[in-house]
C-alpha cells in the first residue's frame, strides 16, 4: 500500500484541484490509502474534499492537528500504512501517472529513500508568484540527483515519496520546528544516515504566493524555522548563502536556467526577488533569535 500524506489547513482555494487530481491518478486506489490531517480549517476545506472524493480508496482517514506543520507530518509518518508516502499539498496538482511512477522509481533503487519531483513550470500568475515557480522548476530540473556533499540539495515533500521505514528510522519530522524547513531537515538526517535522496522526472505543479507581501510573511515564517535548526545542527545549514548576498548570487546562477525554460527575460529579475526573500528569511532568523526560539534544542 502507497500512504498519500495530505496536510492542510484552510485550503479552500485550491484544494478541490488537488483532489481531483489525486482521484486521475492510475495507481491501483484499493492499494491507496489517504491520510489526510487538518490543521483545524475554518473555510470549509474538509467538505471540499470530501465532495471531490471520486474513488473508492483502500482507506480513508482525517485527522485533526492545532500544533503546526511538523506534527502534522509525522502524524503521517507514525500512522502510514504504507510502504511509501506521497506528500500532496492542497496548492499540487499531479500528472496522473505520478503516483505509479514515483512507486515504480522506488522499487528500483533500493538505496533511495527520498526521491523528489519536478515542479512544472507554472507561470502568468503575476512577477512575484512566476519568479518563486521558476525557481523551484530550475532547482528540480537541473538536480537530477541529490549531491552527497554537506551542503547538497535537498529535496522538499511537496510530490516527493518517502521510503517509510527510513523516514522512521529516523525518528521522523522534528515536531518541536515551528516554521517551515521540516522537510529538508528531516531529509539531513535522512541522508546523513547513509540513504541516497534524488529527484525523477515526474512533474507536478504548485501554485506559489501570488504576491510580494505573501511571499514575505512565507519566508519570514522560513527564516524561524531555519533559526531552529541552525540551533539543532549548525552544520545542516550554511548562513552565507541563506544571507541576502547568498541570495543575489543564487538568482544570478538560477537566472540563465530559468531563461531556458520559458525564454522570458523578466527571469533576470531573479537576483533581486532572491535578495528579497532572503532579506525576508533573516528578519525571520533574527526575530527567532530575539524571542530565544531554538536556542534550547539539545
Not at 114 to 120: C, E, L, N, T
Not at 256 to 267: D, M
Request: with cysteine; hydrophobic share 40%.
Amino acid at each position: 500500500m502507497v500512504t498519500v500524506g495530505l496536510c492542510v489547513k484552510n485550503g479552500a482555494e485550491t484544494i478541490h484541484t488537488a483532489i481531483q487530481s489525486l482521484c486521475s491518478q492510475t495507481y491501483p486506489p484499493e492499494d491507496t490509502e489517504l491520510l489526510v490531517v487538518d490543521g483545524n480549517s475554518r473555510d470549509g476545506t474538509l467538505q471540499i474534499i470530501r465532495n471531490n472524493l471520486t474513488i473508492d480508496y483502500g482507506s480513508v482517514r482525517i485527522l485533526q492537528e492545532t500544533g503546526g506543520l511538523g506534527i502534522a507530518r509525522q502524524m503521517v509518518v507514525e500512522q502510514a500504512a504504507g510502504k511509501y508516502i506521497i506528500w500532496l499539498d492542497a496548492d499540487m496538482s499531479l500528472a496522473p501517472d505520478y503516483i505509479e511512477k514515483q512507486v515504480k522509481f522506488m522499487e528500483q533503487n533500493p538505496t533511495v529513500a527520498i526521491a523528489g519531483g519536478k515542479y512544472s513550470v507554472h507561470i502568468g500568475h503575476g512577477l512575484a508568484a512566476d519568479l518563486e515557480n521558476i525557481v523551484y522548476a530550475v532547482d528540480s530540473t537541473f538536480n537530477q540527483r541529490a549531491k552527497a556533499s554537506k551542503y547538497g540539495y535537498l529535496p522538499g515533500a511537496e510530490g516527493a515519496i518517502y521510503r517509510t521505514s527510513a523516514v522512521r528510522a529516523v525518528g521522523g519530522f522534528d515536531t518541536k520546528i515551528n516554521g517551515a524547513a521540516e522537510d529538508t531537515e528531516m531529509a539531513y538526517r535522512v541522508r546523513a544516515n547513509g540513504w541516497e535522496l534524488a529527484v525523477t522526472d515526474e512533474k507536478f505543479t504548485e501554485s506559489t504566493r501570488a504576491s510580494w507581501q505573501s511571499l514575505w510573511k512565507q519566508y519570514v515564517w522560513y527564516g524561524r524555522g531555519g533559526h531552529y535548526i541552525f540551533h539543532k545542527d549548525p552544520g545542516s545549514l550554511n548562513l552565507i548563502k541563506m544571507s541576502p548576498v547568498g541570495g543575489f548570487i543564487a538568482g544570478i546562477l538560477r537566472s540563465p536556467g530559468a531563461y531556458l525554460l520559458t525564454h522570458h527575460k523578466s527571469f533576470f529579475l531573479l537576483p533581486v526577488h532572491y535578495t528579497y526573500k532572503r532579506f525576508a528569511w533573516l528578519f525571520g532568523f533574527c526575530d527567532a533569535h530575539l524571542s530565544g526560539y531554538g536556542h534550547n534544542t539539545h
